[in-house]
């Protein structure tokens, strides 16, 4: 079993940075992938960025690509997305998910966290 808490949302203005982190816990959480996902009121929740279990690899949305890093460190259970230059669109709950490799598909993911919300104000 694995469980994930999302910290560090908040209210940003537009072309400021918001860094979001996720704590994880559980004995197989080190062999996950681990992703974010966001999703707008009235909207599907979308893929965002993944990373493999080492960190070595990872995947992003193109819509925030070379906005938005993603990294995690194993030795603290934790996953982080650092967001650059966010746009009033970036508003959304972002939520920490875990699976066994890196997808852009929801149903991938059997570990999900509660969410953090993140406000891009114009």
């Known amino acids: 079993q694995v469980q994930l808490v999302e910290s560090g949302g908040g209210l940003v203005q537009a072309g400021g940075s918001l860094n979001v982190s996720c704590v994880g816990s559980?004995?197989?959480?080190?062999?996950?992938?681990l992703a974010w996902f966001r999703q707008a009121p009235g909207k599907e929740r979308e893929f965002v960025a993944a990373a493999s279990w080492t960190g070595g690899r990872t995947h992003y949305h193109s819509s925030i690509k070379g906005r938005f890093t993603i990294s995690r460190d194993n030795a603290k259970n934790t996953v982080y997305l650092q967001m650059n230059s966010l746009k009033p669109e970036d508003t959304a709950n972002y939520y920490c998910?875990?699976?066994?490799?890196?997808?852009?598909?929801?149903?991938?993911?059997?570990?999900w966290g509660q969410g953090t919300q993140v406000t891009v104000s114009s």
């Open positions: 998910a875990a699976g066994p490799g890196i997808d852009t598909r929801r149903e991938r993911y059997p570990y």
């Open positions: 559980g004995p197989i959480l080190r062999t996950q992938a």
